[in-house]
């Protein structure tokens, strides 16, 4: 990473969180977690993808009580490599994605569904697999909000539909993270 890089990555996650922290409520995840992908076709060959680490953070605030926006930023070094394509030596990827959020407290608990849709980028090699595709997401989980002064944790499971109906590829992310609470 250059010192430009770091510094520019910096400065955006400053900004979030000072937006964040002006917000009604609002939270912070970074998480870590993996992906379990199906199979996509790819030169009219049926390629299975690897499981592959990933990591991240998700902004979320409120709209309304229980209703809110959220935004997941997650990278990978080794994203979605086909198993079966000799030629292709490094698979990177990176996911955004915009969901709505559907809070339901219950505690010191939170349950949550959320549904949204965003892009899913493969990178590294030439003529990748999965390349940048739009994708549908959905799935839920448990935030632990204000365990410890602001900070909490969270799990999540998220299912991604990738691509168009004829070549799709469908998409398991299960991550845990560290969440900051701001606001009420």
């Known amino acids: 990473m250059t010192k430009r890089t770091a510094i520019g990555s910096f400065g955006t ?8 922290a002006f917000s009604q409520a609002a939270d912070l995840t970074f998480f870590v977690g993996g992906v379990n992908p199906g199979s996509v076709d790819y030169e009219d060959i049926k390629t299975s993808l690897d499981t592959s680490p990933i990591f991240g953070f998700r902004l ?7 209703f ?3 935004h997941t930023l997650a990278f990978s070094s080794d994203y979605l ?5 000799s030629a ?12 709505l959020i559907f809070n339901i407290p219950a505690g010191k608990v939170v349950p949550y569904l959320t549904a949204g849709a965003g892009l899913v980028h493969q990178y590294g090699d030439n003529d990748m697999p999965v390349g940048t595709r739009f994708a549908f997401n959905y799935g839920g989980g448990l935030k632990f909000p204000r365990l410890a002064g602001p900070l909490g944790l969270r799990f999540d499971m998220r299912g991604y539909r990738v691509g168009s109906i004829s070549n799709k590829l469908n998409i398991l992310e299960v991550s845990g993270g560290v969440l900051l609470s701001f606001g009420n």
């Open 88 to 99: 292709i030596k490094e698979a990177k990827g990176f996911v955004y994605n915009s969901n």
């Open 13 to 20: 996650l400053a900004t979030i969180i000072l937006c964040a």
């Open 81 to 85: 490599f086909p198993r079966n394509v």
């Open 68 to 70: 809110g926006l959220e």
């Open 60 to 66: 979320g605030t409120s709209i309304v009580p229980f």
